[in-house]
């Protein structure tokens, strides 16, 4: 079945992504992102709305955003809109969306971004540096 829960929205960080790990280790990041809508009302006033999401990501991608994104950077975030509800100690019912995000990127119309590509263990048999380091490979050695 085709995935209808998806949702791609454009904005600027309103705080640094925070990186945390699970107890099983799992690397997970959150941060806020500000979307600016602008439309002419009846009477011909600009009118202007923003609204606030709260974005997590996992794993690489989690790693990738704590070390290349910042507060007031302009970037693109593709995920699905998750929904949790709760109780709280009051008894009363809370509920919170978020976007789980599975790909996010520059917005290059207003920046330009160098692009380092992690490379995963397997590739070097084994041997990998930090995230972000450059590798030598052989054009040979790159399997596109």
Same mark, same amino acid.
Request: some cysteine; glycine content about 10%; overall charge neutral.
């Given at each position: 079945?085709?995935?209808? /829960? /998806?949702?791609?929205?454009?904005? /600027? ?7 945390? #790990?699970?107890?099983? $280790? ?5 941060? $806020? ?19 606030? #999401? ?18 007031? @950077?302009? $970037? ?14 009051? $008894? ?5 969306? @978020? %976007?789980?995000? @599975? ?6 119309? #207003?920046?330009?971004?160098? %692009? ?24 040979? @050695?790159?399997? #596109?």
């Amino acid at each position: 079945m085709a995935r209808v /829960n /998806n949702l791609t929205i454009v904005g /600027n960080l309103t705080r640094d992504p925070e990186l945390r #790990f699970t107890p099983a $280790g799992n690397p997970v990041a959150s941060f $806020g992102i500000a979307v600016n809508r602008s439309w002419q009302n009846s009477s011909g006033e600009w009118v202007e709305e923003t609204n606030f #999401f709260d974005v997590t990501t996992w794993r690489s991608l989690a790693e990738n955003c704590a070390e290349s994104l910042s507060k007031g @950077d302009r $970037g693109i975030v593709s995920g699905r809109l998750n929904w949790r509800s709760w109780e709280n100690r009051a $008894g009363q019912q809370r509920r919170k969306e @978020d %976007i789980v995000a @599975d790909a996010i990127g520059p917005r290059l119309e #207003f920046a330009t971004a160098k %692009i380092t590509k992690n490379v995963k263990g397997e590739a070097l048999g084994g041997k990998i540096g930090p995230v972000g380091e450059n590798v030598n490979l052989a054009d040979e @050695d790159i399997p #596109f």
